[in-house]
């Protein structure tokens, strides 16, 4: 059994910065359940470099959420544009109030990557710090410039609760 598949059982002392609060009151057993069924839904769980195997913390890499445009950063996307501007029928369409085009192209030729680091405090938090990226399906098929930064926004404690579920395959 590989350090990373082990139990942790030594929680952090405190919320790190960057990362958000999932649950309160929450347990080693939820934390080893959602490690478990990661690891079993076939994603790569492996320590956070720097922690020893009994850290309660745990980064989980692997899973990918098709036709995630509802999750892009429109705003961040316009004020990239501001400061230079590619044409693109779709970011001229956003410029213009549209954000269907944009959010048509990113669906056919990107997923979102759901990379997380998942931990449990000593005050018993259920938390994570979200590593979302939008990353092409295949490359080269999109004609979106190669520098348009494509963010996922901030989502609400809910959403990403949702999105962890669903990357451990518990959803």
Known sequence: MTASAERPTRPLASKPAGYVELARYSSLGRLWTLLGSAARAGRT???????????????????????????????????????????HPALVALLAGDAEPLRAEVNAHFELRLDFVLALTARRDLVMRP?????????????????LPL?????????????????????
């Open 45 to 87: 769980v492996s320590l956070v470099r720097g922690d020893s195997a009994d850290v309660c913390r745990r980064r989980i890499a692997g899973a990918a959420l098709p036709n995630a445009a509802v999750f892009l950063d429109l705003t961040h996307i316009l004020n990239e544009l501001e400061d230079a501007f590619t044409p």
């Open 131 to 147: 590593e979302f990226r939008f990353v092409p399906i295949v490359r080269g098929l999109s004609d979106l410039p190669d520098d």
């Open 151 to 171: 963010d996922a926004r901030r989502l609400g404690r809910d959403e990403l609760h949702l999105l962890v579920q669903r990357a451990c395959g518990l959803a």
